[in-house]
């Protein structure tokens, strides 16, 4: 069993559509959880990070992180066919090892 | 706007070659990595280095060293390379030891034949 789990899609959606993204883990000790968006023929950057559990929003795009069930999600409303891309999600114990999963493909059709 | 500058894009090389892949960043970090992206696998930790002539293995050193002399400029070497090691390669870079804020190159797709 991989470390973290990552459906790999594609996800395809309509223009303005409210996308969710999943992962999850096994490691009961990750604490840093962060997502990355890969445009094609690019390298990851980096999109948002939480630690340990909770909320965080920024513009359009909020993370969840829910510990307990070990499962994280990002949410992006009012999806644009600019964030077509990969999304990976990534964790970390603390320390500078990360961890990722496998890639999320999503496209959104104007 | 900070950098993390690999040296090729496209590389071809043929089976038993040795085979340099140059990553250098421009932002003082002291942090730097080597992994490799899979369709279905994700990203894996090949090598890491906290510092310069400092490297430690990741997830999957097997067939590959690496070479930090200076602190901005961390070299992945493919001692004898293999078509197994046909792979997209990425390199990143790291402030913060938290694992957030990885700056990440743009990658080298190697095609070993």
């Known amino acids: 069993q991989k470390e973290v789990e990552q459906d790999p899609g594609p996800l395809s959606v309509p223009e303005g559509a409210i996308v969710s993204l999943n992962c999850t883990y096994s490691?009961?000790?990750?604490?840093?959880f962060m997502w990355y968006r890969q445009y094609s023929r690019k390298g990851p950057e980096l999109l948002m990070y939480?630690?340990?559990?909770g909320n965080k929003e920024d513009g359009r795009f909020t993370a969840q992180v829910d510990k307990s069930s070990k499962y994280i999600s990002l949410f992006i409303r009012d999806s644009q066919p600019s964030d077509s891309a990969t999304y990976l999600c990534?964790?970390?114990?603390?320390?500078?090892?990360?961890?990722f999963g496998a890639g999320t493909i999503l496209r959104v059709k104007s | 706007d900070v950098k993390v500058t690999q040296s090729s894009r496209y590389l071809v090389k043929r089976t038993g070659e040795k085979v340099f892949l140059e990553c250098v960043q421009d932002?003082?970090?002291?942090?730097m990595f080597w992994y490799r992206q899979d369709p279905g696998l994700g990203l894996r930790l090949i090598y890491f280095?906290?510092?310069?002539?400092?490297?430690e293995k990741g997830d999957i050193p097997e067939g590959y060293s690496v070479s930090r002399e200076k602190k901005e400029r961390f070299s992945l070497i493919l001692e004898s390379a293999s078509t197994n090691q046909t792979s997209m390669y990425l390199c990143?870079?790291?402030?913060?030891?938290?694992?957030?804020?990885?700056?990440f190159g743009s990658g080298t797709r190697l095609t070993v034949v």
């Open positions: 932002m003082d970090h002291e942090n």
């Open positions: 990143a870079s790291s402030l913060w030891e938290q694992g957030i804020g990885y700056t």
């Open positions: 280095s906290y510092d310069v002539k400092m490297k």
């Open positions: 990534a964790m970390s114990e603390g320390g500078n090892k990360l961890v």
């Open positions: 939480t630690y340990s559990s």
């Open positions: 490691n009961s000790a990750f604490q840093y």
